[in-house]
């Protein structure tokens, strides 16, 4: 330690502190001090891939999360209907140190950034110094300004995020359970018709009909909807009109209704009001209609456009910042590509080979980015891919050989070979025969029943 990093930090008072607070005084071995040092900001898919591409490299690294944890979002979903645990969705970001000598983890959050000095103040208020930076924050719910969205509607962007969605899942189904009433039951209605809600809404249909209803014989069929909520004309827009067509169908199928054409006006506590002026009773409403950077990335003097992504050109440097760079969900490149996983991985592929670049005084790549193609699964044997081939030819699958290439793609995406076996696990019980006949989903924390204690009213505890 030095002594700026003993000194008592006065309230208010940022201290000055330099990497040796963090511990990044440890040499590495075959290389003298001092190494360059690159700070990444975000442990999501960016992150990680800039982290990766820099394993043998000549630097020392310091990611830095607000969380423990790398999520795999796309699963999440599964979490949120109890398919799946929320341990298997997640990786142990300190895990990386197991084959990565030159990263160290530091859970804090990015509060300011000094470019000219370059240095960025954490939460704790310790300022760390950089040769290079990366910025790969990741992004949020994007409620659009809806009134009481924020307020009632559930989001479904991070671990706890999914994990309440499935407690209040089934605090609800056990409330309607001891209802007198045969018409109490669970209403959920999904906003937005991206691969997200899709997903949920037919996650949730076929929870509900495999392994709810013999569940809960005391829960009348029609008294567990699921509805999808879209501003557009049709669902699943990025996807080609024939794999959009199987998609409706099966979500029919499933009993999945489908209210297209007007927006969200209003989010109410047991609604949900359209544009048009229809309201539809919600007993659990999920948003899955868009994200958007967290506020605070206004405060790291970084050029944002209007949506308030980070502003980067085609080898992923920060406009005007030379050696700032950003990636992932939170950035916008000339191309304007989507936020998707992939764009996030090989942007942030692209981020480690330029930093390389620039230690070797090299000419900084652009990123060229592969579009693989996506897909969407609706439930058991049943999704749609595009996967697009060379010469610019697509191919489009549905039914059970899309399901197969999508439980393999996400299989092999997740991080870590223990996330890979529990989730195939978790899946393969889900979905598989004979298993899906006799579905126990992970249930959620429903607040324990106990008695009173004397002279106070029952009340459950949780």
């Not at 092999?412 to 004979?434: C, I």
Request: aromatic fraction near 6%; avoid cysteine.
């Amino acid at each position: 330690m030095t002594d700026s990093a003993q000194t008592p930090v006065h309230a208010g008072e940022a201290r000055s502190v330099d990497n040796e607070d963090y511990g990044l005084e440890t040499p590495l071995e075959g290389h003298p001090e001092p190494l360059p040092h690159v700070v990444v900001v975000g442990g999501g898919f960016a992150g990680m891939a800039v982290v990766k591409a820099l394993q043998d490299a000549p630097v020392r690294i310091t990611l830095i999360d607000r969380r423990v944890y790398n999520t795999f979002q796309p699963l999440l979903y599964q979490v949120a209907t109890g398919g799946l645990n929320p341990g298997d969705v997640t990786y142990f970001l300190r895990g990386l140190r197991l084959k990565q000598k030159n990263v160290h983890v530091v859970h804090e959050h990015l509060v300011e950034a000094d470019h000219q000095a370059k240095k960025i103040r954490l939460l704790n208020d310790h300022w760390v110094s950089y040769d290079y930076l990366v910025v790969t924050a990741g992004v949020t719910t994007n409620f659009f300004g809806t009134p009481g969205a924020k307020e009632f509607a559930f989001p479904m962007y991070s671990r706890s995020q999914a994990m309440r969605i499935r407690d209040n899942l089934f605090i609800r189904l056990e409330k309607a359970a001891k209802s007198k009433r045969l018409d109490d039951g669970l209403r959920v209605v999904v906003v937005g018709g991206g691969a997200t809600g899709v997903e949920v809404a037919g996650a949730l249909a076929e929870l509900r009909t495999a392994g709810l209803a013999p569940a809960y014989p005391e829960i009348h069929g029609d008294a567990f909807e699921v509805k999808i909520v879209q501003r557009g004309g049709e669902i699943l827009k990025s996807f080609a009109p024939k794999l959009r067509t199987y998609a409706t169908k099966e979500l029919a199928r499933r009993g999945v209704s489908l209210h297209l054409g007007a927006g969200v006006a209003a989010v109410e506590r047991d609604a949900v009001v359209l544009t048009d002026g229809k309201r539809i009773h919600a007993d659990l409403t999920v948003w899955s209609a868009g994200v958007h950077p967290h506020e605070e990335v206004a405060d790291w003097g970084l050029p944002q456009d209007e949506y308030g992504r980070i502003k980067v050109g085609e080898d992923m440097q920060v406009e005007g910042l030379p050696g700032v760079f950003a990636a992932g969900d939170i950035a916008v490149s000339p191309a304007d590509l989507p936020q998707l996983a992939q764009p996030a991985i090989q942007g942030g592929a692209v981020v480690g080979r330029n930093i390389r670049a620039l230690l070797e005084d090299r000419p900084l790549q652009q990123l060229r980015y592969v579009d693989k193609g996506t897909m969407a699964v609706i439930g058991r044997r049943a999704a749609i891919a595009e996967i697009n081939l060379p010469g610019g030819k697509a191919l489009r699958i549905t039914k059970g050989m899309a399901w197969l290439v999508w439980l393999f793609v996400h299989i092999m995406s997740l991080v870590g070979p223990r996330n890979r076996v529990t989730t195939l696990a978790g899946l393969a019980t889900r979905y598989g025969f004979p298993f899906h006949r006799r579905p126990v989903p992970i249930v959620g924390d429903v607040p324990t029943v106990r008695p009173p204690k004397p002279g106070t009213p029952a009340v459950p505890e949780a």
